[in-house]
Nanobody, 125 residues
């Protein structure tokens, strides 16, 4: 199993970025997926979940209305479109696979069985 994030970078407040997570080594379409972030000196913060088909999504209040999670099962890729970025969105962003049998709605850190290496997002003027 491999999860490889990309698309991070430095952007000004109010800007946008699109993160990607390329999945391999498993049947991507069979697993719910998550985005998680970790700011320097802080613990992991759950950002968003998506179910296997992509039709159901769930967001943390801190990103709701600004971020959009999606997936392309044909391309084995998970996405996170981030708009109206704020300095407090600065963090290392990870994609994570929810363990088989977990709920896409409640899948959190204790139910992830694989994580990527992360991609850095910095929001600064």
């Amino acid at each position: 199993v491999q999860l490889v994030e990309s698309g991070g970078g430095t952007v000004q407040p109010g800007g946008s970025l699109r993160l990607s997570c390329a999945a391999s080594g498993f049947t991507f379409s069979s697993y719910d997926m998550s985005w998680v972030r970790q700011a320097a000196g802080k613990g992991p913060e759950w950002v968003s979940n998506i179910n296997t088909g992509g039709g159901s999504t769930y967001y943390a209040d801190s990103v709701k209305g600004r971020f959009t999670i999606s997936r392309d099962n044909a391309k084995n890729t998970l996405y996170l479109q981030m708009n109206s970025l704020k300095p407090e969105d600065t963090a290392l962003y990870y994609c994570a696979r929810c363990r088989a049998g977990s709920s896409w709605l409640t899948c959190r850190a204790d139910e992830y069985d694989y994580w990527g290496q992360g991609t850095q997002v910095t929001v600064s003027s």
